[in-house]
């Protein structure tokens, strides 16, 4: 492959409505999109860090210092034949799976351009469409979230997350549970914040037949969670404890979780995904992919990988309209029929960077030569 320089863009783009988890509330998304260019093709991804280091150690700031110090530095002289070949190259440097996944996730894109195939298709994908959840963030009262919840059932969602926290968790629960019953595909998504010492309380959640829990105790365990599985029925979903090939393995091992939530950006990139989801597909580990408020391009990622063999649960990707008044895609991510999106089916990511809105989101660029 022919890569010829590397683009930083920094963007802030305001979300329709606040979005609130354990961690906070969020109204702009201040993300980082890369590009790569090479033979007269660009590759696109995105960033998920976030500007404070409240989801993983990382941010915005530290994500383009390691771009700039070493990531794009690492790639000078080096002979790429193929985009899996990014992550050995980048296994000298510890951690920092995000700044990784980021220039990786573009060179995929890339390679997809060049090689005139589709990014889903590149990796092995065998789906044409995929089925799609949202994710509900904390709303101000029961009501509100009922009246979130009802809007999202009646546009074809397949799934339903919603987002607790130590007093925001078996009320609202049974709230959703008494109004629109137990066929409702229904998940908690606790953001690491309980401990061993609620487990009576997590165990509660059996009554009410969710999906899973996602990642109810800390953000770097395995161990507790194996401890909490075996207490409770509901499926425990590992998230942000997941951000290797061999982390998962470990937990599957230690019986931690029965179910992992696959996240580009949290695990280096895309090769190391379709290695977590192979080895749960080899281990029957249902996986699904996770969002963090991306837009189209990130989006576009999250399709691609989704159409794997073992993505049997309806992940997070929405359409754009859901988080954006106007994306920085066309065509916007859509339903094709309610709660479906369509696998795109051009070159790489499929969809065309709208580089005016781009700019007019940008904060600051930078373009580095190779």
Known sequence: MNIENVKMTQLKMPLKSKFETSFGSTTVRDFLLVSVDGDGKTGYCESVAMPDPMYNE????TVINMLKEHLIPKLKGESINHPSEISQIYSIFRRNQMAKSS???AIWDL?????????????????????????IGIEST???????????????YKKIKIKIKPGWDLEPIKAIRKQFGNDVPLMADANSAYSLADKQLLAELDQYGLMMIEQPLAHDDIVDHAELQEFMNTPICLDESI????????AIKLGSCK???IKIGRVGGL?????????????HIPVWCGGMLESGIGRAHNIAIASLSNFTIPGDTSPSSRYWGKDIIHPEIVFSTP?????PNASGIGVHVDLEQVENYAVRTEVVSL
């Open 103 to 105: 220039i990786e996730g």
């Open 243 to 250: 951000h290797s090939v061999e982390d998962a393995r470990k």
């Open 58 to 61: 990382e941010t915005t700031e």
């Open 111 to 135: 390679y997809g351009k060049q090689k005139n195939i589709t990014l889903a298709s590149a990796l092995g994908g065998t789906r044409t469409s995929i089925d799609v959840g949202v994710s």
């Open 259 to 261: 179910i992992i939530n």
């Open 339 to 343: 709660g479906v999106i369509e696998v």
């Open 142 to 156: 029961i009501d509100a979230l009922l009246k979130k919840v009802d809007d999202t059932l009646s546009e074809g």
């Open 271 to 283: 090769t190391n995904a379709k290695r977590i989801h192979d080895l749960c597909e080899e281990h």
